[in-house]
């Protein structure tokens, strides 16, 4: 049983005053009457909460975020939706506001999810600052303030990767803030992880809480997209310290639990911390999920249930949301859709028809039922193809990834498991894992590093052999940029692989995907500009802050 919940629900009111538009970056009290008594332990529960949890009573109703959907305002719900949304992966046909702008890739300095992750992102970072503006290093104070500043530079790394120049701030103090080059925060980023290296424990001290390799692994991310942040490209360094991370503690997850399902399936299901926490678990990163004491609408229980509509729920579970569907262009990764149209299997029989644990599709019969139940009877059926109109739920494939499952149950049973909330799902999110680290060794040496006792070919078929993928393979500039979307589909990060690689916006992107630009599949490429491959400031952070927008917005 998971036992960190209990610190998040008292985590949830240990600071006062905390909701706030990103102008205002202060978390002291505005009455100066009020006296605020600091809990190191609370503050520092709350830090980590800010990975999963939205606001300080729950799943709704007072959010950190002011002026703004709380169920959508979470740390990973928000980061997930724009690194996949304006991708080849996940699409979403909601109506909400941005949503449309996002999907097509023509979003503004005033477009709501921008400004939403944004001032996430910022409010995050000012707790934090909080914390280490008050924390003691007495007992375990030392491995929290070491850890608090992992959180803090995930924060930063993202606000590098998705907004490029922005405001630094290490201290929680009125006034403005010094707008740090794309560059700058690079070289602050580098040399608070490469201190935190020897600050944070060799090994997490419960399944929850990070190492020092998960800030090698972050490093690694770092380098691999060095030439993208700083324009100088450090192969090498990604090479070296991904290739630490492999050897280090924490390892791939290879061996079914159950035999019902297979390694990659066990990683994103509603007991994967079994597989992917403690000591030697794949994940260097978790963020806990709990349906009792971790509820929230931006968490797994977004990534399970948005990616199901009610037919596709066992019975006596919650409603699916009719959320997240793929691309034909992401189909292609796996199967030829143009040879294979008609393919029509469940979540579990296709990767064994497409030969790839990592394949957990399922496709839809002519009446927009989906296939729930295992039957191997089912072979093909007319007018499968992935039709890609992006019309909505119905229009092309469910990706059925992220799962409320458990391991001991039954193939269909979901989040309804004695003991579990019945509403929220207990599925942790692996956001940095082992897997990661092999494909950065493998493209960074591809790309010049020299290698260390591995090729990048053998650090490729690591992941497929884990995959039970044994069709034979050409390392390649396009295989890379494929296999990361086969390993780490809907895992929110395909936005920045695609900028790595060239191919999301700019006139040399000569990829088109559904959806890009706002064509369909056989409309054909959209030249993209430049602009799109950061996301801009917020409007009123550039007019109240006196900041410089990104080039082009």
Same mark, same amino acid.
Request: proline share 4%; glycine share 8%.
């Given at each position: ?8 629900i ?8 905390l909701?706030?538009c990103?102008?205002?970056l ?14 190191q332990d ?12 939205t ?9 950190d ?5 709380e ?28 949503f ?14 921008v400004?939403?992750?944004y ?7 000012t ?14 104070g ?25 405001p ?5 103090s009125p ?11 690079f ?9 935190l ?9 419960n ?11 972050l ?13 100088v ?7 070296d310290y ?13 061996? +079914?639990?159950?035999g019902?399902?297979?390694? =990659?399936? /066990?990683?994103? %299901? @509603?007991?994967?911390f079994? !597989?992917? $926490?403690?000591?030697?678990g ?11 004491y ?5 968490g ?39 040879i294979t ?21 399922c ?14 009877t ?6 499968i ?12 494939? +469910? ?6 499952? =458990?391991? /001991?149950?039954? %193939? @269909?049973?979901d989040?309804t !498991?004695? $003991? ?21 060794y493998?493209?960074?040496v ?35 940029l ?6 780490f ?5 395909r ?8 191919k999301?916006?700019g ?6 995907w ?8 056989e409309?054909?490429?959209?030249n993209?500009?430049k ?14 802050a006196g ?7």
């Amino acid at each position: 049983m998971k036992t960190l919940g209990k610190y998040f629900i008292c985590a949830g009111v240990a600071l006062f005053g905390l909701t706030a538009c990103v102008q205002d970056l202060d978390v002291v009290p505005h009455d100066e009457n009020k006296i605020m008594e600091f809990n190191q332990d609370a503050v520092f529960s709350k830090c980590y909460a800010t990975l999963a949890l939205t606001g300080q009573q729950g799943p709704a109703g007072s959010g950190d975020i002011d002026d703004f959907d709380e169920g959508m305002s979470s740390f990973y719900r928000m980061t997930w939706v724009l690194q996949e949304m304006p991708t080849d992966e996940c699409w979403i046909p909601w109506n909400d506001p941005g949503f449309d702008d996002v999907r097509k890739v023509r979003w503004n300095s005033l477009n709501q999810q921008v400004q939403g992750l944004y001032y996430r992102l910022y409010i995050d970072i000012t707790l934090c600052n909080h914390f280490l503006e008050n924390a003691k290093e007495d007992g375990d104070g030392a491995n929290q303030i070491a850890e608090v500043r992992f959180i803090r530079a995930l924060n930063y790394f993202y606000l590098l990767d998705m907004f490029g120049s922005v405001p630094f701030v290490d201290k929680v103090s009125p006034g403005k803030k010094e707008q740090y080059t794309r560059s700058q925060l690079f070289i602050w980023l580098e040399n608070e992880l490469k201190d935190l290296e020897n600050k944070l424990p060799e090994t997490r001290l419960n399944d929850f809480r990070v190492d020092k390799y998960a800030a090698k692994l972050l490093l690694a991310r770092m380098y691999l997209n060095a030439e993208v942040y700083t324009g100088v490209p450090q192969w090498q360094k990604a090479a070296d310290y991904a290739k630490q991370v492999i050897d280090g503690p924490h390892k791939l997850h290879t061996t +079914s639990l159950g035999g019902v399902y297979t390694p =990659y399936q /066990e990683l994103f %299901m @509603g007991d994967n911390f079994r !597989v992917v $926490g403690g000591a030697s678990g794949e994940a260097l990163l978790l963020i806990y999920q709990d349906g009792i004491y971790c509820q929230a609408y931006g968490g797994s229980t977004f990534l399970v249930l948005g990616c199901r509509n009610t037919d596709y729920m066992p019975a006596n579970s919650p409603d699916g949301w009719a959320g997240y569907r793929t691309t034909p262009e992401f189909l292609s990764k796996f199967v030829d859709i143009d040879i294979t149209p008609t393919i029509l299997k469940n979540e579990f029989d296709m990767p064994a028809l497409l030969g790839d644990d990592r394949a957990i599709f399922c496709s839809v019969l002519t009446n927009g039922k989906p296939v729930i139940e295992p039957d191997s009877t089912i072979l093909t059926a007319d007018s499968i193809k992935p039709r890609g109109n992006m019309g909505g739920f119905q229009d092309s494939w +469910s990706m059925l990834k992220w799962t409320g499952r =458990y391991v /001991e149950n039954t %193939m @269909g049973e979901d989040i309804t !498991v004695s $003991g579990h909330g019945p509403n929220f799902v207990d599925t942790d999110i692996p956001m940095l894992r082992v897997g990661e680290a092999y494909l950065t060794y493998a493209e960074a040496v591809h790309r010049g590093a020299t290698a260390s006792g591995m090729t990048a070919e053998a650090a490729i078929q690591a992941l497929r052999d884990r995959a039970h993928n044994t069709k034979p393979f050409t390392l390649s500039d396009d295989f890379l940029l494929d296999e990361w979307s086969r390993e780490f589909w809907a895992e929110g990060r395909r936005r920045m692989d695609l900028v790595r690689f060239g191919k999301f916006a700019g006139t040399s992107a000569n990829y088109h995907w559904e959806g890009r630009g706002g064509n369909k599949s056989e409309e054909g490429l959209v030249n993209l500009e430049k602009k799109y491959n950061i996301y801009p400031i917020p409007e009123a952070d550039i007019v109240a802050a006196g900041l410089t927008q990104a080039e082009g917005y």
